[in-house]
C-alpha cells in the first residue's frame, strides 16, 4: 500500500489519534486546541481531507462519525524516514544517521546508549 505522506498539519492530528483514536471529531478537537488555535471546522475539513487521502479510515454508522488512523506511528515513521532516506540522502542510511547526530548537540547520554545498543543488534543479527 503506497499511503500518502502527511502534512505537518495532518501529523499533528495523527499524533493525537495514535494516543486515542479510535476517536470523534470532537474528541481529536479538544486534545489539539491544547496545543494550538484551530477551529472545529478545520479540524472537522483536515478528517475529511485525511479520509479522502487514504490517511485515516472513518465509521458512519453512528451520529458521530469515528476516526482512526490507517498507519500506526511506526508504520508512519518507517515510511517517512525512508523517503526522506530517498528523497535527501540518496538512499544512504549512514549519511542520514550521521547528518542526525553530528547537527544534534541536544542527544542524551541514554539516547546515545540506546543508539549503541541499536548498533550491537544490528551488527550481530543472530541474536
Not at 50 to 55: E, P, R
Not at 59 to 64: G, Y
Not at 74 to 102: C, N, P, W, Y
Amino acid at each position: 500500500m503506497n499511503t500518502p505522506k502527511p502534512t505537518k498539519t495532518e501529523l499533528a492530528i495523527l499524533n493525537v489519534m495514535w494516543r486515542i483514536s479510535p476517536a470523534t471529531v470532537r474528541q481529536i478537537h479538544e486534545e489539539l486546541i491544547k496545543k494550538a488555535k484551530t477551529s472545529y471546522t478545520t479540524t472537522l475539513k483536515m478528517l475529511q481531507v485525511m479520509h479522502q487521502k487514504g490517511l485515516v479510515s472513518r465509521n458512519s454508522e453512528q451520529k458521530a462519525h469515528i476516526y482512526q488512523p490507517m498507519l500506526s506511528k511506526k508504520e508512519t515513521q518507517v515510511q517517512m524516514i525512508d523517503d526522506l532516506k530517498h528523497r535527501l540522502f540518496g538512499g544512504s542510511v549512514s549519511s542520514l544517521v550521521l547528518q542526525a547526530l553530528g547537527n544534534n548537540s541536544e542527544t542524551s547520554a541514554e539516547e546515545i546508549e540506546e543508539i549503541k545498543a541499536l548498533l550491537e543488534k544490528v551488527e550481530t543479527p543472530n541474536n
